[in-house]
Structures are given as structure tokens and as C-alpha cells.
């Protein structure tokens, strides 16, 4: 192009021939100017040193290398990164010494860390220490009670709150004190209009359990659960992570309603929670559809707490030092090759036996069998 333009045809002729816009062909034009084609830089390298003019010199490497080795096999203090490597250069009054942090990069270009960086792993799937609840093929409602709330006056509140694993649906009950006959009354409530879950999740708090001085008791919770056949989860204590959903709602919870409104009463105060739970459910209106679908709540049903209690209760516990896992007053051996790792507990009421996995957020898709322990339930009846 540069040559056609030097023997006199036009610019927008060459531009033509060559299928480029004239203002490629002026900017070649211009980067040759007056020089030999021979001469001229054609290619789009940005002008300027190959290597910048401040780069330390090879022999400042290598001699900061050298050093570090030095300094690891004989320093007093054992160290020899990049303070102690500067701190040596120093003493030794060499003349244009390199700062601390030229000899960090320098150390980090030739390889010279023994630091390791954090390796985050990607989270587990929502539910996965359950294969069915992972590959969503059932649905989960956590529950959980917010504590220690106070309207201007003295009126002390409680609050019960409930949300679903995949599709978010959720719901919050304001009341005085939460007891278990308003846990019971809500979560059927909650269930006719919304259909059952396959599972219910719950910590370990007496309202939920049932009292935990009794061996082998079923609290009133517990048993309506299993009257609908819903099976209750119990959470490990003090164990983060798995009521990361409802932890995460009651934060939410708290900011946008208690937070926010001045309230007098618990009248107003439920006023406001019931349209906060109402705009909740209508923006994740399309996570819940997606969700697994629910199953509908049965017409007859009536709770007998003095019929046997039958299905499965789950609790996720994680093991002791020896291996042994509590659970329901006692404690079980499980695997002692398995110490303060996490365990699924399966207590089947109609066999009489509780199967334990082992579980590893790691690998989730991993879930063998440890052992099986066959154990009839003592004080079958309810006791809160």
C-alpha cells in the first residue's frame, strides 16, 4: 500500500484495491513516512523497549536467590524471605539495593515461594448430604425461631420462620413465645396451603425435638411430622452451614421488618411481616414453580400422639474423637476410622435400626454405609 501510494495513486484507489479503509491506508502512510520500506516497523507492537529501563539485572537475581539459599540453611532466626533478604543487603552496603517489594516480585517470577494460596473448592449442590434433595428430586422447609425481640414497652416477640431449599418459598409467624403447639398449628397451617415437603429441617431446640433429658423421646413436632409422612431432620449443633437458608431469611428478616418499622404492637408488627412474606413469595415466584413439586396435604388427617410412631428421623451429627456419634440420649459407636468427621444418622422406626454415613462436603456423591446398629426406641410416646 505504502508503495502504490509513493508511485502517485490515490489513496482512496489503493484503499479500494487492497478492500481496507482509506484511514488503514493514511496510518501506514504516516508510520513510513520518509524512510526505506526496508526500514519501517510494520508491526503493531507498541513502540517503545522490549524491557523496561528500570528492570532489575540478572545479577541482582541471581544474587537474591542466592542469598534466600543462604539465609535458610544458616539464619539464627530461620527466616529468609523478603525482609531478611533487604535486611542482608543492607548490612552488606551494596549500592543501589532493591526495595522489600521488588525482591517479593522477583522472588515470585524465579519461583522462589514456599507459600501455598488457598485453594477454594466449588460449594456443594443445595441438600447434598441427601442424594434425593442434591439432584432435587424432593422439596425441604427449614424452620427456625428468632429470639430476643422486644416492641417499645415491654412486649417480648418471637418469631417462627420457615423456608423451602429450592424454591424459597417463605413464611413468618410473629407471636409472644413460641411453643410447640403454635410450631405444630403453623406448619399445618403453612402444609394445607402449600402442599407437604418430603422433608422438614430443624436445630436442636426442645420446642422442635422434644426434650432432651429423656432418652429416646419424641417430641410433639417430631411426631406430627411423621404422622404426615414428612421426615424430620435435626441439624448438628454448633455446626454452620447447613441452615445457611433460614439463618440467611431470618437476617433478612430482621433487616427489612423489625428494622425498618417503628412498631406498638404485635398486631402491627404482624401487619407488616405478612406483606413482607407476601412480596417474598411473588419475586420468587418462578423459583418455585421450577422447584420439586410439593404433595398435596391429606383431607382426613387427624394427629394421634399415642399411635406408634413410624418412618424415618434423620440426624446429622459429627463423630468424636473415638468415633462415636450421640444421638437421641445415647451414644453409638460408629467407625474409629472416622474422628470429627460428619455423619448421617437414619433412625428407622419400623426396623428398629439406624444406618450411619459418612458424609464429606469434598466430595458429596461419596456417602458409604459405616455401620448399622439395631436400637428400639425406649419411651416411644411424646414428652414435651
Known amino acids: 500500500m505504502v508503495e502504490a501510494v509513493r508511485r502517485g495513486v490515490p489513496q482512496r484507489q489503493v484503499a479500494r484495491q487492497f478492500r481496507v479503509s ?37 545479577e541482582w537475581e541471581d544474587l537474591i536467590l542466592t542469598l534466600r539459599r543462604e539465609l535458610k540453611e544458616t539464619s539464627a532466626l530461620g527466616e529468609f524471605g523478603a525482609p531478611a533478604i533487604a535486611r542482608e ?42 442424594p434425593e434433595l442434591a439432584s432435587q428430586h424432593a422439596e425441604l422447609d427449614s424452620f427456625d425461631i428468632v429470639e430476643g425481640l422486644v416492641i417499645q414497652g415491654g412486649l417480648s416477640v418471637e418469631v417462627l420462620n420457615g423456608i423451602s431449599l429450592h424454591g424459597g418459598l417463605v413464611t413468618s409467624w410473629p407471636h409472644a413465645a413460641i411453643t410447640a403447639e403454635i410450631v405444630m398449628e403453623s406448619i399445618v397451617r403453612h402444609w ?17 425435638h422434644g426434650p432432651h433429658i429423656h432418652p429416646d423421646t419424641l417430641g410433639r413436632v417430631t411426631r406430627l411430622c411423621l404422622s404426615l409422612e414428612v421426615t424430620p431432620i435435626f441439624t448438628p449443633p454448633r455446626e454452620t452451614g447447613f441452615q445457611a437458608g433460614i439463618e440467611s431469611y431470618n437476617g433478612r428478616w430482621q433487616a427489612k421488618v423489625w428494622n425498618r418499622f417503628h412498631f406498638d404492637s404485635r398486631k ?46 434423620i440426624y446429622l451429627r459429627r463423630s468424636n474423637d473415638q468415633g462415636q456419634v450421640s444421638l437421641l440420649g445415647h451414644t453409638f459407636s460408629v467407625e474409629r476410622h472416622w474422628p470429627h468427621r460428619l455423619v448421617r444418622a437414619e433412625v428407622d422406626l419400623q426396623l428398629h435400626r439406624i444406618r450411619f454415613y459418612a458424609l464429606r462436603r469434598r466430595e458429596p456423591n461419596y456417602q458409604p454405609l459405616l455401620t448399622e446398629i439395631d436400637h428400639r426406641l425406649l419411651h416411644p410416646s411424646s414428652k414435651d
Open 192 to 208: 394445607r396451603m402449600f402442599g407437604r415437603p418430603h422433608y422438614a429441617q430443624f436445630d436442636n431446640d426442645p420446642v422442635f
Open 268 to 313: 402491627a408488627l404482624k401487619m407488616q411481616s405478612d406483606k413482607f412474606v407476601a412480596a417474598s413469595r411473588r419475586r420468587h415466584a418462578a423459583r418455585q414453580d421450577a422447584a420439586p413439586e410439593r404433595r398435596p396435604f391429606p383431607n382426613r388427617w387427624t394427629l394421634d400422639l399415642q399411635k406408634p410412631a413410624c418412618g424415618t428421623i
Open 22 to 58: 482509506l484511514a488503514t491506508v493514511q496510518t501506514w502512510v504516516a508510520r513510513a513516512g520518509d524512510q526505506r520500506l526496508d526500514r519501517v516497523t510494520f508491526s503493531d507492537g507498541k513502540p517503545g523497549r522490549v524491557e523496561p529501563v528500570n528492570k532489575t539485572s540478572k
Open 89 to 130: 543487603l543492607q548490612r552488606r552496603r551494596l549500592k543501589e539495593v532493591p526495595c522489600e517489594r521488588t525482591i517479593g516480585r522477583i522472588l515470585q517470577r524465579r519461583g522462589a515461594l514456599d507459600g501455598r494460596r488457598r485453594v477454594r473448592r466449588p460449594a456443594p449442590p443445595r441438600g447434598w448430604y441427601l
